[in-house]
């Protein structure tokens, strides 16, 4: 609060107006009795009144001009995931290299696959000639792009098999046959768990991203014939964990607070002939009530989905025992369960944001000191060297303290304290 005496700052906005803005207090009569200045680049109110009105309005703004509550949002994003899947499948394959009749099996959740190798094995074969001249035999070998692309696809094939496979095969004259066996049982179980956390004051919106931009593609043009003036247009979207909160401390220690909570992560192309990205996303949007440091769930999911098919030759694949020759069987099963909790901490002086601060200061503290036993923490040593101030250390008992025997202490400094325990 500024007297009526003195100068008030010049600045101007445009059109040579003052930068402030003005309140006028009027008297019963209709006479103005004072002018209030608010001036926000410099955070100070300029009133021009009477004394006894500049101490009604001191007292005023006293009680106003107190330190806002903080609020601490913490939130933990808990997903559990077990994928299993099982396959079992025979092929066969009956046929005459001088182009008889022949009989095969193949199905899609089975490899590799037998056709693709009996292809590559017949274009090799045909590719081979053999000629015998007075006693005297001679293999010709003949090169061509049929022949060395099957065998690139059966190549392929066997080495992107996953589980176990066995099979046999021969050459009977001009009839050849085979078969193979795939068997494969997997489970993957995930444990992510993320806890995203950000400070701000009573009422404010605050706004937090770890994650990346990832560019997307929104759309291209070709032109006939002209490729010249082709263009493609990318927007870039951000992938990550994305917190936006709003809370609002109400009497008796209950916040009012809207959340909007995203988890987001790139899974993949669509296939391998089409690049565009698929996006995995978590989204959670409220408003809700909870009570200071309460831990509150808001959100979740449990999806369960199982998936069978079975693949089979009609009628050969319904006999009893031998039908399992002539069929293929897979069975998939994804289990996830998500959960998303929330912790608001009001922080109401000076005292509760240092409690915060050494808590998590602690932790990290205590994460490296357990990494390296007897050398002294690197983030001592960037507080120490790079702020100049003292680390702040919790007090005993909190993990990660001083008295920690396999966390060193750090190196005393001008400005490093040890602290006192209370």
């Known amino acids: 609060v500024q007297p009526v005496q003195q100068a008030a700052p010049q600045s101007s906005g445009s059109g040579g107006q003052p930068n402030a803005q003005n ?94 190798i009996a292809g590559a094995v017949g274009a090799r074969e045909l590719a081979t000639t053999t000629t015998t001249i007075n006693g005297n035999t001679t293999t010709t070998t003949t090169n061509n792009t049929v022949s060395d692309t099957l065998a690139q696809s059966a190549v392929s094939s066997i080495l992107g098999t996953t589980g176990g496979f066995a099979g046999w095969g021969g050459k009977i004259g001009d009839t050849i046959f085979g078969a193979i ?127 069978r098919t079975i693949e089979k030759i009609p009628f050969l694949g319904d006999i009893p025992v031998v039908g399992n020759l002539f069929r293929s069987k897979a069975k998939s099963r994804t289990k996830t369960n998500l959960m998303v ?21 602690g932790y990290l503290r205590a994460s490296q000191g357990y990494a390296e036993p007897g050398a002294e923490p690197s983030i001592d040593q960037l507080v120490r060297d790079y702020l100049n101030a003292a680390p702040p250390i919790p007090r005993a008992p909190l993990p990660g303290n001083i008295e920690d025997p396999n966390i060193a202490a750090p190196l005393q400094g001008a400005k490093t304290i040890r602290p006192e325990r209370k």
């Open 181 to 307: 066996i795939n068997a494969v049982k997997s489970d993957n179980t995930s444990n992510l768990l993320q806890v995203p956390h950000i400070i701000t004051l009573d009422n404010q919106q605050a706004h937090s991203l770890v994650g990346q931009e990832v560019p997307v593609t929104t759309g291209q043009a070709l032109s006939p014939g002209n490729f010249d003036n082709a263009f493609r247009t990318v927007q870039r979207q951000n992938v990550g964990i994305q917190l936006d909160v709003k809370p609002q401390v109400n009497t008796g220690g209950s916040l009012k607070m809207y959340l909007r909570l995203e988890v987001s992560s790139v899974a993949g192309p669509v296939s391998s002939d089409n690049s565009e990205l698929i996006f995995n996303k978590r989204a959670f949007e409220n408003t809700f009530t909870v009570d200071d440091g309460a831990i509150t769930v808001i959100g979740g999911l449990l999806d369960d989905n199982e998936r």
């Open 23 to 116: 309140a006028a207090v009027t008297t019963q009569g209709g006479r103005t009795a004072a002018v209030v200045t608010r001036f926000q680049g410099a955070n100070a109110i300029v009133i021009a009144a009477p004394a006894d009105i500049q101490r009604q309005l001191t007292e005023v703004i006293r009680q106003l001009d107190t330190r806002r509550e903080q609020v601490l949002i913490e939130a933990i994003v808990a997903e559990v995931s077990d994928q299993t899947v099982s396959r079992l499948g025979a092929q066969f394959l009956l046929g005459n290299l001088s182009g008889g009749a022949f009989a095969a099996s193949t199905y899609t959740n089975t490899a590799p696959s037998l056709l693709t």
């Open 341 to 361: 909790f929330i912790r608001p901490t009001i922080l109401r002086n000076a005292e509760d944001s240092r409690r915060v601060t050494e808590q998590r200061y």
